[in-house]
């Protein structure tokens, strides 16, 4: 069960949080978005996932949310976590994303223009392969590689292999009687 938070605390996580404002007894964001409806269903789904609902007002062209645990009559880590999740899913409906500063952008002007270029996950080597067939990634494998050994239905069942060292003869079978000889 989350625990409820102090001035102190709330103010602290308010300042990583964009737009949210209030204090220990709730806290709220206004927003402003396109595609209401879209933004509305993925926080509903959210809160379902939390089990945490928030206060929701339409009003004008905004969303005002609203939170706080009712059941212990203020703010809890439960009301931060979803204020976060709201960011992100806000963030993701107006097709924005923030990027390793902290800006937001859209997501097309972050990508428009850019090449992103993978380097290698292993450093080459030209000299050391000159000539020769570099390795590849997965070597092929033959087929009984790390098999073991052929195991094969006995061909008499009923018969124990012997031991190496003491057989017959290399191969033969011992056959093993089921009555006693009497001396």
């Known amino acids: 069960m989350s625990s409820l938070l102090d001035d102190g605390l709330?103010?602290?996580?308010?300042?990583?949080?964009?737009?949210?404002?209030?204090?220990a007894t709730k806290i709220s964001r206004t927003v402003q978005c396109e595609d209401q409806d879209a933004l509305l269903a993925s926080v509903a789904e959210s809160a379902d996932a939390l089990d945490h609902h928030p206060e929701i007002?339409?009003?004008?062209?905004?969303?005002?949310?609203?939170?706080?645990?009712?059941?212990?009559?203020?703010?809890?880590?439960?009301?931060?976590?979803?204020?976060?999740?709201?960011?992100?899913?806000l963030l993701a409906v107006c097709h924005q994303e923030r990027d390793?500063?902290?800006q937001v952008h859209g997501i097309d002007e972050l990508s428009a223009g850019r090449t992103v270029i993978a380097e290698p996950a292993y450093p080459e080597e030209p000299d050391r392969y000159e000539g020769a067939n570099p390795p590849t990634i997965n070597e092929p494998a033959t087929p009984r590689q790390d098999a073991g050994p052929i195991v094969a239905p006995d061909a008499e069942p009923g018969t124990i292999e012997p031991e190496p060292?003491?057989?017959?003869?290399?191969?033969?079978?011992?056959?093993?009687?089921?009555?006693?000889?009497?001396?």
């Open 100 to 102: 390793a500063l902290g």
């Open 165 to 183: 060292g003491n057989a017959p003869a290399p191969g033969m079978h011992e056959r093993v009687s089921k009555r006693r000889r009497r001396l």
């Open 57 to 89: 007002d339409r009003t004008g062209g905004g969303i005002t949310f609203t939170l706080w645990t009712h059941s212990k009559g203020g703010v809890t880590e439960l009301d931060i976590a979803l204020a976060s999740r709201i960011d992100d899913l």
């Open 10 to 23: 709330v103010t602290d996580a308010l300042h990583g949080l964009t737009g949210w404002s209030g204090d």
